[in-house]
């Protein structure tokens, strides 16, 4: 195990809604990185979290949002969902440190509906 | 978004044989990992490699970081039935652009 916890596991929404996914990290970590998985794909980088203030960010559009909390937990909020957004959202933590290998959390697996 | 060519994309495995993917890039990488996972987890650390022509073991497991930083092969020997699952490959550029970038995987099965 990480030490990198998610919740919630499963998420069922709707179209139009938004939705608020919770990261821990690893004891000793200070950057959390987001990554969208597809079904059959691998991650893709949603944006980097570190000392509170978003460090990088993929393509992805405004409506995916985050934070970063005092304690390097963080959140992944995504407005205005799109059937598209289905898929499985990982966190990732590290510490910046100029090798920063990344530990994955489980996941929250959305379906948007 | 981008994304890595790994290869190859399955493979069916029979217990004791010796398995190979590889993972290439059109850029270069400061670092490069690989990850496995299995149904309804998140990807788990295999090997981390940091330089150029670094050959590195986790067990059975080997990886190496390509001398022209554009690619990276992993191999697993005498593999086992928990061998099975979906193989990752990600690149890492470092720095201001710590994301990972992912290969498509590499799905391991047990021949029938």
């Known amino acids: 195990e990480t030490g990198v916890t998610q919740s919630p596991t499963h998420l069922i929404k709707t179209r139009g809604q938004q939705v608020t996914l919770r990261c821990s990290s690893q004891?000793?970590?200070?950057?959390v990185s987001w990554y969208q998985q597809a079904l059959g794909q691998g991650p893709q980088f949603i944006f980097q979290y570190y000392r509170e203030e978003e460090n990088g960010r993929g393509n992805f559009p405004p409506r995916f949002s985050g934070l970063q909390f005092p304690n390097y937990s963080s959140e992944l909020n995504v407005n205005a969902l799109e059937l598209d957004d289905s898929a499985l959202y990982l966190c990732?933590?590290?510490?910046?440190?100029?090798?920063?290998?990344?530990?994955f959390g489980p996941g929250t697996r959305l379906l948007v509906l | 978004g981008q994304q890595l060519n790994q290869s190859p994309q399955s493979m069916f495995i029979q217990e004791g044989e010796d398995v190979s993917m590889n993972c290439t890039s059109s850029?270069?990488?400061?670092?490069w990992l690989w990850y496995k996972q299995d149904p309804g987890e998140g990807p788990v650390l295999l090997i981390a490699?940091?330089?150029?022509?670094e050959l590195t073991s986790n067990g059975r497991l080997t990886a190496q970081f390509g001398i022209t930083r554009k690619d990276s092969f992993l191999n697993i020997s005498a593999s086992i039935p928990s061998d099975v699952g979906i193989y990752f490959c990600?690149?890492?550029?470092?720095?201001?652009?710590?994301?990972?970038?992912f290969g498509k995987g590499t799905k391991l099965s047990v021949k029938p």
């Open positions: 004891s000793g970590h200070n950057t």
């Open positions: 850029s270069i990488f400061n670092t």
């Open positions: 990732a933590s590290s510490y910046a440190s100029g090798q920063e290998t990344q530990y």
């Open positions: 990600a690149g890492q550029r470092g720095g201001s652009q710590g994301n990972l970038i």
């Open positions: 490699l940091y330089k150029a022509g």
